[in-house]
């Protein structure tokens, strides 16, 4: 499972900026920290390996090579290419002090007092030669394992742009993973186009055949469509489904409203799930240029897609049991972003207390995390978890 540990990046939130980098409050971080640490013991306790991201990118930039492109990459995607030079000498930056920059920013004054000269360059309204990305704590977003291969998200949002770049470095560069294949949205890729953008979130595996994808504020139908095409000249897949939820900040994503815990059990927000459009279904189809993605107008219910997929009649819980009031309050709180981790165990946040009983009511062991400051970034347990392999 990949992670990665709230940093100094939380602490560069205020009141002014919160809502630009994404944030309804301000996190403290001392007890931020303690939390998401418990969660990872949490998830050690049950049998799964957690590995950070930050710490392979800390053996990724020791290489002289590989530090080069990463800090060349960073800068140009932030605007400030000419600050490139000064981020790749290691004598002024060693690796740790370096991936704690790429997180939380630099300013005017800690450029100065790491190289001993003023930055003439640029900085943004808030100050900043390189700003901060304070969301980096949700990995599932800048990418997806499909099977064997990986998906590199291209994000909505300028502000975690980066996010999505250091997660590539690692999948693309890090001797753990560079004998896999990024099979979309690869440095170089044509489907690295800021209108083409899509995020972890939306992406739920049905099946070894099958993939649902959330049609959302974050991820536009063009992208799924694209993303089907290469799962399928890969035969990874067979096939894709979209369904289009509200696009709002409310419900970001896919897997705020809709969650799966079991093979045929799924944890549903009644309000948005209930009034689904309907869904399309994306199948291979052959072309000149080679396979294509062709997209029919499902006639089924996503419930009865469900049931197809899954081989059998499909339970949903309702967030918070169903009842509107409570259902609102705890989806807002991350009440339907459960993790499961083996069926039907899933990590939920205490909070939510009316969602984690109906959970047990139908069988489902709940592992109860503290949540005070992790859910201020507007996150769940599912949002802070990016698994790069799962037992079948």
Same mark, same amino acid.
């Given at each position: 499972?990949?992670?990665?540990?709230?940093?100094?990046?939380?602490?560069?939130?205020?009141?002014?900026?919160?809502?630009?980098?994404?944030?309804?409050?301000?996190?403290?971080?001392?007890?931020?920290?303690?939390?998401?640490?418990?969660?990872?013991?949490?998830?050690?306790?049950?049998?799964?390996?957690?590995?950070?991201?930050?710490?392979?990118?800390?053996?990724?930039?020791?290489?002289?090579?590989?530090?080069?492109?990463?800090?060349?990459?960073?800068?140009?995607?932030?605007?400030? +290419?000419? /600050?490139?030079? !000064?981020?790749?000498?290691?004598?002024?930056?060693?690796? #740790?002090? %370096?991936?704690?920059? $790429?997180?939380?920013?630099?300013?005017?004054?800690?450029?100065?007092?790491?190289?001993?000269?003023?930055?003439?360059?640029?900085?943004?309204?808030?100050?900043?030669?390189?700003?901060?990305?304070?969301?980096?704590?949700?990995?599932?977003?800048?990418?997806?394992?499909?099977?064997?291969?990986?998906?590199?998200?291209?994000?909505?949002?300028?502000?975690?742009?980066?996010?999505?770049?250091?997660?590539?470095?690692?999948?693309?560069?890090?001797?753990?993973?560079?004998?896999?294949?990024?099979?979309?949205?690869?440095?170089?890729?044509?489907?690295?186009?800021?209108?083409?953008?899509?995020?972890?979130?939306?992406?739920?595996?049905?099946?070894?055949? +099958?993939? /649902?994808?959330? !049609?959302?504020?974050?991820?536009?139908?063009?992208?799924? #469509?694209? %993303?089907?095409?290469? $799962?399928?000249?890969?035969?990874?897949?067979?096939?894709?489904?979209?369904?289009?939820?509200?696009?709002?900040?409310?419900?970001?994503?896919?897997?705020?409203?809709?969650?799966?815990?079991?093979?045929?059990?799924?944890?549903?927000?009644?309000?948005?799930?209930?009034?689904?459009?309907?869904?399309?279904?994306?199948?291979?189809?052959?072309?000149?240029?080679?396979?294509?993605?062709?997209?029919?107008?499902?006639?089924?219910?996503?419930?009865?897609?469900?049931?197809?997929?899954?081989?059998?009649?499909?339970?949903?819980?309702?967030?918070?049991?169903?009842?509107?009031?409570?259902?609102?309050?705890?989806?807002?709180?991350?009440?339907?972003?459960?993790?499961?981790?083996?069926?039907?165990?899933?990590?939920?946040?205490?909070?939510?207390?009316?969602?984690?009983?109906?959970?047990?009511?139908?069988?489902?062991?709940?592992?109860?995390?503290?949540?005070?400051?992790?859910?201020?970034?507007?996150?769940?347990?599912?949002?802070?978890?990016?698994?790069?392999?799962?037992?079948?």
């Amino acid at each position: 499972m990949l992670v990665h540990r709230p940093g100094e990046e939380i602490e560069r939130l205020t009141h002014d900026n919160m809502r630009t980098y994404l944030f309804e409050d301000i996190p403290f971080l001392r007890r931020m920290r303690a939390e998401h640490d418990k969660f990872v013991d949490r998830m050690r306790s049950e049998g799964i390996e957690v590995v950070y991201v930050e710490r392979y990118l800390e053996e990724l930039v020791q290489d002289e090579v590989l530090r080069r492109q990463v800090v060349v990459e960073v800068c140009k995607q932030a605007g400030v +290419a000419r /600050l490139a030079d !000064d981020l790749s000498d290691a004598r002024a930056w060693d690796p #740790q002090a %370096l991936v704690s920059l $790429l997180y939380c920013g630099l300013r005017p004054d800690e450029y100065a007092d790491r190289l001993g000269r003023s930055w003439s360059g640029a900085c943004d309204a808030e100050g900043f030669v390189l700003t901060p990305i304070p969301n980096a704590y949700f990995t599932r977003d800048p990418a997806v394992v499909v099977r064997d291969v990986a998906i590199s998200c291209n994000m909505l949002y300028a502000q975690r742009r980066r996010e999505a770049l250091l997660t590539r470095a690692v999948l693309e560069r890090h001797r753990d993973f560079c004998d896999h294949e990024v099979a979309f949205g690869g440095t170089g890729d044509a489907t690295d186009d800021e209108r083409l953008t899509i995020e972890g979130g939306d992406v739920l595996v049905l099946s070894p055949e +099958a993939l /649902l994808v959330g !049609d959302s504020e974050r991820t536009k139908s063009e992208s799924i #469509q694209r %993303l089907a095409e290469r $799962l399928f000249a890969g035969g990874r897949m067979k096939r894709v489904y979209s369904i289009r939820i509200p696009s709002d900040r409310a419900f970001m994503h896919l897997d705020t409203v809709f969650t799966i815990l079991a093979p045929r059990v799924v944890l549903w927000y009644g309000q948005v799930m209930d009034d689904l459009e309907g869904v399309d279904r994306y199948e291979p189809g052959a072309s000149d240029e080679g396979v294509t993605a062709v997209r029919h107008a499902e006639s089924r219910t996503l419930q009865e897609v469900l049931a197809a997929e899954f081989g059998g009649p499909v339970t949903v819980i309702r967030t918070a049991g169903g009842r509107p009031h409570f259902a609102a309050r705890e989806q807002r709180a991350d009440g339907t972003n459960a993790f499961a981790i083996a069926p039907n165990v899933a990590i939920t946040y205490e909070r939510n207390e009316r969602t984690n009983e109906a959970l047990r009511a139908h069988g489902v062991r709940c592992i109860n995390i503290d949540d005070s400051e992790l859910v201020r970034g507007l996150g769940g347990p599912r949002c802070m978890t990016m698994p790069l392999c799962r037992s079948t």
